[in-house]
Structures are given as structure tokens and as C-alpha cells.
Nanobody
Framework: VQLVESGGGLVQGGGSLRLSCAAS????????MGWFRQAPGKERDFVAV????????SYADSVKGRFTVSRDIAKNTIYLQMNSLKPEDTAIYYC??????????????????WGKGTLVTVSS
């Protein structure tokens, strides 16, 4: 069971990045998956979640209208398209998976599986 994030990097404010999270394991197609982030010196925060079929999504208020989460069920991969990036979006971004969509979208929830993270740095 493994979640592997990719796509992080350095981008100027106002720019875009797309993160990917590839999941391995036969049961992930039935898991809700989400993105969280942790800025230096801060707690890990919820960013976005998507249901296992991709029909339901939820976002943190701070990213609504700028970030879009999607998933490719056949590839066991989810994506986070990040547009209009701001310096305050700088953080390590983590992918998570859990059977419970509603709980995965709650602040502070400890999902069943986590990736190791990918660093996103937005310069001003």
C-alpha cells in the first residue's frame, strides 16, 4: 500500500502547478482521496477531497476557485490543479486515502494512508 506524490516545485506567484498522487494496491479504487498541506511551523491543513467515484469534491475555503481536485480511477491517480498560486500556498503537500469521504474532509482527521509529500514553493 503506497501513495506517491509528484509535481511539486518552485513557481512564481500567480503561476500554476499540477500535483499527482499515484496509489498502489487493489482497494484504492474504492477509497476517498485527498490533499493536505503543512507550511513551516504550522499544523497540517485540509486542502481538498474527492470521492472514490470522483462525483463529490470538497475544498478548503482558502483554495476554493483556485484549486481543482480530480481522479483517474483506471490509473489509481488523483491530481491537484493549482492556479493563481500565492506565497501563502507554500507548503509540503500530502496525499491521503481513506474509506470515509466525510471524515477525510474534516480538519485534523488522521487518514488511513499517507504519502511522503511533495514541496511546493511559491515566490512573491
Amino acid at each position: 500500500v503506497q501513495l506517491v506524490e509528484s509535481g511539486g516545485g518552485l513557481v512564481q506567484g500567480g503561476g500554476s502547478l499540477r500535483l499527482s498522487c499515484a496509489a498502489s494496491g487493489p482497494t484504492f479504487s474504492r477509497y476517498a482521496m485527498g490533499w493536505f498541506r503543512q507550511a513551516p511551523g504550522k499544523e497540517r491543513d485540509f486542502v481538498a477531497v474527492i470521492s472514490w467515484r470522483g462525483g463529490s469534491t470538497s475544498y478548503a475555503d482558502s483554495v476554493k476557485g483556485r484549486f481543482t481536485v480530480s481522479r483517474d480511477i483506471a490509473k489509481n491517480t488523483i491530481y491537484l490543479q493549482m492556479n493563481s498560486l500565492k506565497p501563502e500556498d507554500t507548503a509540503i503537500y500530502y496525499c491521503a486515502a481513506d474509506p470515509d469521504y466525510d471524515s477525510l474532509g474534516r480538519a485534523g482527521y488522521n487518514a488511513a494512508y499517507w504519502g511522503k509529500g511533495t514541496l511546493v514553493t511559491v515566490s512573491s
